[in-house]
């Protein structure tokens, strides 16, 4: 079974970049979509970003476009998020998960990824 594990995250002033990485064991990415949410203080989970492994098509949520920017890397088996021009509002903890890969196109639904990691911290304040 597929293990997630996010790291990357930490304090940042706004207008600074992080990168998140998703690293999984117990199996390939390959084939998947793989996705990053986030959930803010007193807020609900919402989507942030997906890529399919095989195509590699990335998809965003409007409130990252042209911020944010998902990769893969198949030969570390791991999924990034560069996170630039941070704002306070993206605040959060930040979860990678994986779910079939046509997930991608119908928004990345929570509901539909199957696996979790246990998060990653961002914070973004002066």
């Known amino acids: 079974q597929v293990q997630l594990v996010e790291s990357g995250g930490g304090v940042m002033q706004p207008g600074g970049s992080l990168t998140l990485s998703c690293a999984a064991s117990?199996?390939?990415?390959?084939?998947?979509?793989i996705a990053w949410f986030r959930q803010g203080p007193g807020k609900e989970r919402e989507g942030v970003s997906c890529?399919?492994?095989?195509?590699?098509?990335?998809h965003y949520a409007e409130f990252v476009q042209g911020r944010f920017i998902i990769s893969r890397d198949h030969a570390k088996n791991a999924v990034y998020l560069q996170m630039n021009n941070l704002k306070p509002e993206d605040t959060a903890v930040y979860y990678c998960?994986?779910?079939?890969?046509?997930?991608?196109?119908?928004?990345?639904?929570?509901?539909?990824?199957?696996?979790w990691g246990a998060g990653t911290l961002v914070t973004v304040s002066s």
């Open positions: 998960a994986i779910g079939a890969p046509h997930l991608c196109g119908l928004g990345y639904p929570m509901e539909g990824m199957n696996t």
């Open positions: 117990g199996g390939s990415l390959d084939y998947l979509a």
């Open positions: 890529i399919t492994s095989s195509r590699g098509s990335e």
